[in-house]
C-alpha cells in the first residue's frame, strides 16, 4: 500500500472591497506614502468596513469561493480548522458557525490560534489527520479581521495589517505529493513585544481597560522585526538542508506577508532568485492567518504539479516555523 500524504487540492480566497491607501493613512496619523513602503513594501490593505460583520464572514466567503472552483460539495468535508486571532466573540467557536453556515454538516470544526503562525501551524494539524487515514476532506481556512483590533491613531500598527481570507482543501494524496516536512517552533520570550494587553483572563475588560486603549494591538516593531528576520531565515534553511534542497530545487517561496524586508532576509539566506519569492504584501499589508494563503489563491496558475514549495511564517508568542510541500495539480 502507497505512502498517505497530504496535499492541497484546492484554494480560495476573500477580501473585503473597501481599499485603505498610503495616502489615505497620511490623513489619519503622521507618515507618507515613501516612508511606508520603503520600510514595509506595503501600498494599500483591505477592511471590512460592514458593521456588524466579522472574521466568518471573510472565511465563509473564502470557502464558498473554494467550493464552487473546486465544485466541492460542502456535505463531504469531515473537518474545518479556522486559524485565526481575531474569532467572531470569546467562548463560542467562530468555526464551528463558518462550518454551518457553508454546508459542511458532517463536518465538527475548531479554531486554531498562534497568531501570524495560524495558517502554517493549521497546515501541519489539517495534514496530520490526513496522513493517519482518520479523515479524507479537511478545510483549513485563515482569516482574520484585523481592523477590529488596531489603533488607527498609532503609527506602529495601523499601516501593516488588513483584513482578508484564504482556504486550502487538504486530501490523500498516494504519489508522493503534499506535505513532505515541517520545522515549527515556538518561544514565550515574545509575550511582551506583540500583544492585546487587556480582554484576556490576565487582565478583564474593564472602563479603565478601555479608557486606556489596551484593547488594541500593540507591537514593539524593532524587537519583532529582528526575531522575525533571523527566525523565518533560520527555520526556511534548516527545512531546505533537511531534506536535501539546493535553491535550484525550490520552485516557490511562499513567505508569510508582514515585511517585504523580512520576505527578502528570508530568500537571501536560501539563496532564491527573487522570480521564484511570491509577493502580494503591496495590494493586502498583513492579514495574519490569511497571508499563506492568499498567495496561493494569486498565484495558482503558476504552480505545477510537483513544484516543490516552502512555506514559512513568524507570528507573536513568538511563534514561527517552515513547511516543505509538493504542489498536487495544475489548474485547469
Request: aromatic letters at 10%.
Amino acid at each position: 500500500m502507497s505512502k498517505i500524504t497530504a496535499a492541497i487540492t484546492a484554494v480560495g480566497a476573500y477580501v473585503p472591497e473597501y481599499v485603505l491607501s498610503n495616502e489615505m493613512l497620511e490623513t489619519l496619523v503622521e507618515t507618507n506614502d515613501e516612508w511606508i513602503t520603503s520600510r514595509t513594501g506595503i501600498k494599500e490593505r483591505r477592511l471590512l468596513k460592514e458593521e456588524g460583520k466579522g472574521t466568518s464572514f471573510l472565511a465563509i466567503k473564502a470557502a464558498q469561493n473554494l467550493i464552487e472552483k473546486k465544485n466541492l460539495d460542502p456535505a463531504e468535508i469531515d473537518l474545518v480548522i479556522l486559524a485565526t486571532a481575531t474569532p467572531d466573540m470569546p467562548v463560542a467557536t467562530t468555526a464551528v458557525y463558518v462550518a454551518t453556515q457553508i454546508g459542511a454538516v458532517n463536518a465538527f470544526a475548531y479554531d486554531l490560534q498562534a497568531a501570524c503562525s495560524s495558517f502554517l501551524y493549521g497546515m501541519s494539524t489539517a495534514a496530520a489527520y490526513i496522513q493517519a487515514g482518520r479523515y479524507k476532506k479537511v478545510l483549513l481556512i485563515g482569516a482574520d479581521k484585523m481592523s477590529s483590533i488596531i489603533d488607527y491613531t498609532d503609527r506602529a500598527t495601523c499601516i501593516i495589517f488588513g483584513d482578508g481570507a484564504g482556504a486550502v482543501l487538504f486530501e490523500p494524496n498516494t504519489e508522493g505529493l503534499g506535505l513532505q516536512d515541517e520545522f515549527l517552533r515556538s518561544d514565550g520570550i515574545g509575550r511582551e513585544f506583540l500583544k492585546i494587553e487587556a480582554g484576556g483572563s490576565i487582565l478583564p475588560a474593564s472602563q479603565e481597560t478601555v479608557d486606556q486603549r489596551k484593547h488594541f494591538v500593540y507591537q514593539d516593531g524593532k524587537t519583532v522585526f529582528k526575531y522575525a528576520v533571523s527566525g523565518m531565515a533560520d527555520v526556511s534553511e534548516k527545512i531546505m538542508q533537511r531534506n536535501n534542497l539546493s535553491h535550484d530545487d525550490i520552485n516557490w517561496l511562499v513567505a508569510h506577508q508582514a515585511n517585504k524586508r523580512i520576505i527578502d532576509a528570508t530568500s537571501n539566506r536560501m539563496k532564491l532568485d527573487e522570480s521564484k519569492v511570491l509577493i502580494n504584501i503591496e495590494r493586502y499589508g498583513n492579514t495574519t492567518s490569511a497571508t499563506l494563503p492568499l498567495l496561493l489563491n494569486d498565484f495558482e496558475s503558476k504552480f505545477k504539479k510537483g513544484d516543490n514549495l516552502i512555506f514559512a511564517a513568524f507570528g507573536g508568542g513568538f511563534t514561527w516555523g517552515a513547511i516543505y510541500l509538493k504542489w498536487a495539480y495544475d489548474k485547469k
